[in-house]
Each structure stands twice: as C-alpha cells, then as structure tokens.
T-cell receptor, first 115, second 114 residues
Framework: EAGVAQSPRYKIIEKRQSVAFWCNPI?????LYWYQQILGQGPKLLIQ????????DSQLPKDRFSAERLKGVDSTLKIQPAKLEDSAVYLC?????????????FGSGTRLTVV | AQSVAQPEDQVNVAEGNPLTVKCTYS??????LFWYVQYPNRGLQFLLK??????LVKGSYGFEAEFNKSQTSFHLKKPSALVSDSALYFC????????????FGAGTRLFVKA
C-alpha cells in the first residue's frame, strides 16, 4: 500500500510569515495525526482527527496554528504567523483505528526553518 | 503525570554484540507500548508493540522488547547488532483518554560500530 504522503519536504520562511503543510494518509485510515518534532526531542502531538472530526487538539497553539481535514481524507496544517520556535519537523501519521493498539504509519515529514 | 523516559541519549555497541535500548514509563492504567525507529531524513517506522499477553514481543529487523510490569519498563533488544541498525529509536506509550493518545520518549541514538 502507498505510504503517508507529505509535502513540501522542506520549507524556509521568515518569522511572521505564514506556511501550510499538506498530508495525504493511507487509504482507509480513519485517524490522522499531526506531530511536531523539535530537534533533539520526541514527537509531540498537535492534533488528532477521527475522520473529519477533531479528537484532541489540546496541545495545538490555536492562536497561530490551525488544521483541517475536509472530507475525512487529506489534511492541511497552517501556521500564521510563524515564530522562530516553530522551526521543527512536522510529521503526519495515520492509523486504521484510533491507534491505541495498531500503531501509526508516519510520513517523511516537512522540515520547517523559520529565520 | 503520564510520561515516557529513555534514560540514555546515545548507546554505542560493536557490530555482532547484543544491544539494549532502555525505556521506562509512568502511566495510570494498562499501557500499550511501542517502539519506533527513525533513519536520517525519514519518518518514524513502527518496529513492534506490546498490547497484552507474552511479555516478550518480536518485531521487525530482528528486534524484540520485553515488557516488565513491576519495573514499568519496555526495553528494546537485539541479539546481534548490525551497522545498519544505527538510527534514532523512540519508545512510545498509548493511553486511552477517550481517544487514544500516544506519548513519545525523547529518543535514543544507537550507534553500531563495525
């Protein structure tokens, strides 16, 4: 089966600019996750979707981050305006169920550098 | 608070020797435990999981992990390391919070020397 697709692979922006990342999960996977991985740290969950509904966005900085999953398939994560501390790899993952027992399939990530 | 700890930033081992990457957790209830591996410029790849049953679970690439409930540990092991095993390894625990939430450790870099 095809993997989780993410684009772009790399992005460099200036602080206060906006940026968007796109993710297409594995076909049939109902649950989609966005993680932020800062260099030297483990991934941190930003938001979890079940189909097109939000299950958990408790760690999403909602004043600047937004995400949507229209039609319950692909998803977009946006940052506006970006700060220097947003420099990280943004990972998208999907699972057939809620991931409690099945584990996730991750995309290759988008490396964001804010200068 | 729920947490996952990987006490070693880096593990160095010679090729052919056994390796262990340590993980301990602190959660309420019964956790679901996972190991993932990350190669340079790649996303995380699922290695293995413990849900219930036999405390020794086997996964991809010859890796296995032992769940120890009394020590709240889930150490990753391999009997004979390969240079190609050099990568970043993450331990993770999944919690049922009404919708499963997975918490990752900070990661351990494994370096296997030829």
């Amino acid at each position: 089966e095809a993997g989780v697709a993410q684009s772009p692979r790399y992005k460099i922006i200036e602080k206060r600019q906006s940026v968007a990342f796109w993710c297409n999960p594995i076909s049939g996977h109902a649950t989609l996750y966005w993680y932020q991985q800062i260099l030297g740290q483990g991934p941190k969950l930003l938001i979890q979707f079940q189909n097109n509904g939000v299950v958990d966005d408790s760690q999403l900085p909602k004043d600047r981050f937004s995400a949507e999953r229209l039609k319950g398939v692909d998803s977009t994560l946006k940052i506006q305006p970006a700060k220097l501390e947003d420099s990280a790899v943004y990972l998208c993952a999907s699972s057939r169920r809620t991931g409690g027992t099945s584990g996730y399939t991750f995309g290759s990530g988008t490396r964001l550098t804010v200068v | 608070a729920q947490s996952v700890a990987q006490p070693e930033d880096q593990v160095n081992v010679a090729e052919g020797n056994p390796l262990t990457v340590k993980c301990t957790y602190s959660v309420s209830g019964n956790p679901y435990l996972f190991w993932y591996v990350q190669y340079p410029n790649r996303g995380l790849q699922f290695l293995l999981k413990y849900i219930t049953g036999d405390n020794l679970v086997k996964g991809s690439y010859g890796f296995e992990a032992e769940f120890n409930k009394s020590q709240t540990s889930f150490h990753l092991k391999k009997p004979s390391a390969l240079v190609s095993d050099s990568a970043l390894y993450f331990c993770a625990v999944s919690l049922d919070t009404g919708g499963f939430k997975t918490i990752f450790g900070a990661g351990t870099r494994l370096f296997v020397k030829a």
